[in-house]
């Protein structure tokens, strides 16, 4: 089955450098996504990125996407604080996303 | 920005209870969603919603749990008689389009459910 696996599980970097989070995926996709999701909270969808596309960007992510790597990558760039969240990528299944386990972002100040 | 409610925010239940879960969807979005998170793991597909009637169900959505459309603006997730790892977060989404075709969910903030 389809799955999304990010890596690293946790990072914790210092506030201004660059994040990068990676997912990887088993089987062919028509979209990849990248949710975010602060502690106990609700998730939020940050971008998409479709199979015919191999960079987006919005604000201060970019997202790659290799589909004959079957993978993706997420930068956030100038960190701040408030990046402090989990990281999900999410990867289409017939009308259901499938989760990875998700990476845990520290942003320290 | 228009955002998917969920109530209550928190429920504890006892072991055996029904539970129903509500969720208010965007108003010109077409597709509904329940997903869980038990703590610690992965944000894990339920049901989705089209037209209503159930489009696609996961295996973790048995016979206790059933969905419904009661009314233009209400969504709910019903659990007939709780079991103790039910307890997780159940998130709502709602989406405009077939996903795949144009863009992203839109989720509510989450029902923690606790049953003891």
């Known amino acids: 089955s389809q799955q999304g696996e990010e890596d690293p599980q946790a990072l914790s970097i210092q506030e201004g450098e660059n994040a990068t989070m990676n997912c990887s995926y088993k089987?062919?996709?028509?979209?990849l996504q990248w949710y975010r999701q602060n502690s106990g909270r609700g998730l939020v969808h940050l971008i998409l990125?479709?199979?015919?596309?191999r960079e987006k960007h919005s604000g201060r992510l970019r997202v790659t996407l290799d589909t004959s790597k079957k993978s993706s990558s997420l930068l956030i760039t100038a960190s701040r604080a408030a990046d402090t969240a989990s990281y999900f990528c999410?990867?289409?299944?017939?009308?259901?996303?499938?989760f990875g386990q998700g990476t845990r972002l520290t942003i320290n100040p | 920005e228009p955002e998917v409610t969920q109530t209550p925010s928190h429920q504890v239940t006892q072991m055996g209870q029904e539970v129903i879960l509500r969720c208010v969807p965007i108003?010109?979005?077409?597709?509904f969603y329940w997903y869980r998170q038990i703590l610690g793991q992965k944000v894990e597909f339920l049901v989705s919603?089209?037209?209503?009637?159930?489009?696609?169900k996961s295996e973790i959505f048995d016979d206790q749990f059933s969905v419904e459309r009661p009314d233009g603006s209400n969504f709910t997730l019903k659990i007939r008689s709780t079991k103790l790892e039910d307890s997780a977060m159940y998130f709502c989404?709602?989406?405009?389009?077939?996903?795949?075709?144009?863009?992203?969910?839109?989720f509510g903030s989450g029902t923690r459910l606790t049953v003891v």
């Open positions: 990125i479709r199979s015919n596309e």
């Open positions: 089987t062919s996709i028509n979209n």
């Open positions: 108003s010109n979005h077409l597709y």
């Open positions: 919603f089209y037209n209503n009637e159930i489009s696609e």
């Open positions: 989404a709602s989406s405009e389009h077939v996903f795949y075709s144009f863009g992203g969910y839109t």
């Open positions: 999410a990867t289409d299944g017939a009308q259901k996303l499938v």
